[in-house]
């Protein structure tokens, strides 16, 4: 089995990287589908909370299918791996943030 820091195209951390990409996608459509259809029912903060639990679900889902392909088989590849997607995501989400014209301020209030 090939470690977290080789992949069959013989680039770093490519598997991780596409595992990601594949987690932003699914994360993207979940968040689209709780603006339309939860948030009118519940109201935002609620649609927050069952959002955030759903998220969770669907991240760990998609680790979990993935984790074979990934081949992170020591503590230490996992944990490099999770570091690597959170600040993609990050990274990812700050971006959107100011695409759609947010001030730095908005968006971290948003971690906050």
Known sequence: MRSVHESAVGRPWHPCRAVWLLIAVVESVHGTLREFFLVPVVGAAAASLVGF???????????????????ATTRA????????????????????GRARGFSWQRIATDYG
């Open 77 to 96: 590849a996992q944990l490099g791996v999770g570091v690597l997607w959170a600040v993609l995501m990050l990274g990812f989400e700050m971006a959107m």
């Open 53 to 71: 639990a759903v998220g969770c679900v669907l991240v760990i889902g998609v680790a979990w299918l993935a984790s074979r392909w990934l081949g």
